[in-house]
């Protein structure tokens, strides 16, 4: 998907289409998620810290992410690859591939060619955005294709030419060369990879090492036989803070580790499971990061068991001179719960899971006093008179809201005391979104809310 996030703001708010968007956090030690090709022409990229994009930007919109909402648009294209064929390898949201073979969606290049912009389509209809695709015969060369394609457009690799457009490429192109690796290739008078072809095996394997060295002289020669790998399920589950201003108070930092235990638990909910082993992670104020763990005898979603577990983790870290991220998480993962565990807390569990199995409340501890109420850039509210908008400011004890939906004009702006009674936080509406039906037409509308073979075998749609 092209600039997933910051697309997916610009069609939810008319104001912002046409505009400079970028997405990410906002506090000082925030970084940019995604920024719109608009913000872009400004030298505004992911993985840039906020402070020097607003430099560069700053006329731009800068949003805090809706994840829900990314997520539930995410699924509809993740919906379209799997009609597609059964090996489908998400590797993010917005990015994935797809062994277009093994579904029998396509055998020659003509095919593959058909298949791509039928896609393309459909992503547009589905979603009202746009998405690149790559079509090669190997993940690395489809990668390669898809960010030659972006943005909204298609690329093949033909069979046959695959060295001769990588030799003058940077060796920054090949996957596994960082920065770090990049600057230590260019040392020793390799840039592009080409040049990591003649400089051959032996010496990328005297620079890198064995492993390094032999996979990417490799994919040098544009060999790559990695798999497509069907979406495997989850691991662990996990929730994280980074704040803006070091937390010292040690009570403050136990209340943020029960608040992010019961995010976490609304998340490993949400995906209908349990865990067993609990993790506290905590990055000190010198960027030293520890990670405590403790198992239980089997798995649980229970809340006040996890906050519990959270808290006696917590008591063996010294937060002595301050704590610059929090996160709890629960690996360890099963479709079911050991209901005996629930006895060491059951004074708690009437309270506990009320605020947890609720739609969109918040734990106690979340649920400030109106006037500390905070409004983040970019969120959802609903006014008791003037209807449906978004937050694009706030500070001084004042929010600035823009009144507009998906489908209306670019709306007024108006702005209220954050401890207004008539203002709420409210859900994303959701876009009237198209589903395909057969191979590739389209459907009736429905809405999206918050909440080895042939040469042209794998595609890469990001």
Not at 163 to 174: G, I
Request: negative net charge.
């Amino acid at each position: 998907m092209d600039a997933f996030f910051a697309s997916v703001e610009q069609a939810s708010k008319p104001s912002l289409r046409g505009k400079a968007v970028v997405v990410g956090g906002l506090g000082p030690r925030g970084v940019v998620a995604t920024a719109s090709y608009e913000a872009r022409v400004f030298g505004v990229h992911s993985a840039m810290p906020m402070g020097q994009a607003r430099r560069l930007a700053p006329n731009a919109a800068y949003l805090v992410p809706r994840f829900g909402f990314y997520r539930a648009i995410s699924e509809r294209v993740m919906e379209l690859l799997r009609a597609l064929s059964p090996l489908v390898e998400p590797l993010s949201l917005d990015e994935a591939f797809v062994d277009l073979e093994a579904g029998g969606a396509a055998w020659d290049e003509q095919s593959a060619r058909l298949v791509g912009a039928r896609l393309r389509a459909d992503i547009r209809a589905v979603t009202g955005l746009t998405g690149s695709v790559g079509l090669a015969a190997s993940k690395m060369l489809a990668k390669i294709a898809s960010e030659q394609a972006k943005p909204d457009g298609l690329v093949v690799i033909e069979p046959g030419t695959e060295r001769a457009m990588l030799e003058p490429m940077s060796v920054r192109t090949l996957p596994g060369v960082g920065p770090a690796t990049g600057d230590h290739l260019r040392r020793a008078g390799i840039t592009t990879v080409g040049e990591i072809v003649e400089a051959g095996e032996d010496e990328l394997v005297r620079l890198l090492g064995k492993a390094h060295g032999h996979g990417l002289y490799a994919m040098a020669l544009a060999r790559d036989d990695r798999p497509v790998v069907a979406e495997r399920e989850a691991k662990s589950v996990s929730v994280e803070d980074t704040y803006d201003v070091d937390i010292h108070d040690r009570v403050r930092v136990g209340l943020e580790v029960q608040r992010l235990a019961d995010r976490c638990v609304r998340r490993l909910r949400g995906a209908g499971m349990s865990g067993r082993t609990i993790v506290l992670k905590v990055r000190r104020y010198d960027f030293s990061t520890l990670t405590r763990s403790e198992t239980l005898r089997g798995p649980t979603d229970d809340p006040a068991v996890i906050r519990e577990a959270a808290a006696r983790l917590l008591d063996s870290v010294d937060t002595t001179g301050g704590v610059r991220l929090l996160g709890v998480g629960v690996s360890g993962l099963a479709d079911y719960t050991q209901e005996d565990l629930f006895a060491q807390a059951a004074g708690e569990r009437a309270v506990a899971e009320g605020p947890v199995e609720e739609h969109a409340a918040a734990p106690a501890e979340e649920q400030p006093a109106l006037a500390d109420r905070r409004w983040p850039a970019g969120h959802d509210v609903r006014h008791a008179e003037f209807g449906h908008g978004w937050v694009q400011g706030s500070g001084l004890g004042r929010v600035t809201v823009r009144f507009e939906t998906p489908g209306s004009e670019p709306g007024r702006v108006r702005t209220f005391r954050v401890d207004d009674p008539d203002l709420e936080p409210a859900d994303p509406l959701p876009l009237v979104l198209r589903r395909p039906e057969g191979s590739g037409g389209v459907g009736s509308a429905s809405p999206v809310g918050s909440a080895s073979g042939d040469a042209q075998s794998v595609a890469s749609s990001e």
